[in-house]
T-cell receptor
Framework: GAGVSQSPRYKVAKRGQDVALRCDPI?????LFWYQQALGQGPEFLTYFQNEAQLDKSGLPSDRFFAERPEGSVSTLKIQRTQQEDSAVYLCASSLEAGIDYGYTFGSGTRLTVV | AQSVSQHNHHVILSEAASLELGCNYSYGGTVNLFWYVQYPGQHLQLLLKYFSGDPLVKGIKGFEAEFIKSKFSFNLRKPSVQWSDTAEYFC???????????FGTGTRLKVLA
C-alpha cells in the first residue's frame, strides 16, 4: 500500500487480557519500528527490526511485551496480561533502508485502552 | 540520557501571526534534528530535518528551523500561520549513528480563523 497500515485503530482490553497489534509496513521497506505514545507524551522507542531480525528490543517495558516480524514484512506487537499503564497509542514506522537518513513513514497508530 | 524539551505545550494564535516553537535537547555530541507534525486524526509527518551544513533548514508548508549548536536548540518558525496549521508538533533528535528517535512531549498549536 501507499502508507503504513495499523490495525485495529482502537482496542479496548480488560486488565489481564492479551492483545495483538498489527503493522503492515510499506512494501519493500527493510526497517520497521514500534513506538509507544502515552497520553500527553511524545512517542518512545520500543523495538526495531531489520527484515525479520529484531536488532533492538531495548525499549520494551517488560517481558509482557513481545514483537515479531517472521517474514520480514508484517509485524505484530503482542502484550500479555495487559495492565492499565499499557494504555497508549502504539505507532509503527517503516523505512526503505536501515539508518535515519532515509526517513521513516509512520502509521496512524493503534490506541489501546486497558480498563 | 539524552532528552528533548518542548517548553510550549499549548499555543493559540490568530491567522497571519508569526510562530516560533522552542526545542532544546541535551546531548553533547553530533545530533540529527527533526520536526514532525501530526494533524488531527492523521499520522506523524516529517516537516523538516537537519543533519549537517546550513543551520537554517527550510521544510514543507513554509516552515523553517534554525539549529543553534551553542544553545542546543532547534526552534521551529513560520512567518504567517494558517488555520490549516492547527496540529501537534513534535521535535525529535537522533544521535549520530543511531536510528532511535528521542521525541519531545509535543506542542499543540491551535490557529484561530
Amino acid at each position: 500500500g501507499a502508507g503504513v497500515s495499523q490495525s485495529p485503530r482502537y482496542k479496548v482490553a480488560k486488565r489481564g487480557q492479551d492483545v495483538a497489534l498489527r503493522c503492515d509496513p510499506i512494501s519493500g521497506h527493510v526497517s520497521l519500528f514500534w513506538y509507544q505514545q502515552a497520553l500527553g507524551q511524545g512517542p518512545e522507542f520500543l523495538t526495531y527490526f531489520q527484515n525479520e531480525a529484531q536488532l533492538d528490543k531495548s525499549g520494551l517495558p517488560s517481558d509482557r511485551f513481545f514483537a515479531e516480524r517472521p517474514e520480514g514484512s508484517v509485524s505484530t506487537l503482542k502484550i500479555q496480561r495487559t495492565q492499565q499503564e499499557d494504555s497508549a497509542v502504539y505507532l509503527c514506522a517503516s523505512s526503505l533502508e536501515a539508518g535515519i537518513d532515509y526517513g521513516y513513514t509512520f502509521g496512524s497508530g493503534t490506541r489501546l485502552t486497558v480498563v | 540520557a539524552q532528552s528533548v524539551s518542548q517548553h510550549n505545550h499549548h499555543v493559540i494564535l490568530s491567522e497571519a501571526a508569526s510562530l516560533e516553537l522552542g526545542c532544546n535537547y541535551s546531548y553533547g555530541g553530533t545530533v540529527n534534528l527533526f520536526w514532525y507534525v501530526q494533524y488531527p486524526g492523521q499520522h506523524l509527518q516529517l516537516l523538516l530535518k537537519y543533519f549537517s551544513g546550513d543551520p537554517l533548514v527550510k521544510g514543507i508548508k513554509g516552515f523553517e528551523a534554525e539549529f543553534i549548536k551553542s544553545k542546543f536548540s532547534f526552534n521551529l518558525r513560520k512567518p504567517s500561520v494558517q488555520w490549516s496549521d492547527t496540529a501537534e508538533y513534535f521535535c525529535a533528535v537522533t544521535t549520530s549513528g543511531t536510528y532511535k528517535y528521542i521525541f519531545g512531549t509535543g506542542t499543540r498549536l491551535k490557529v484561530l480563523a
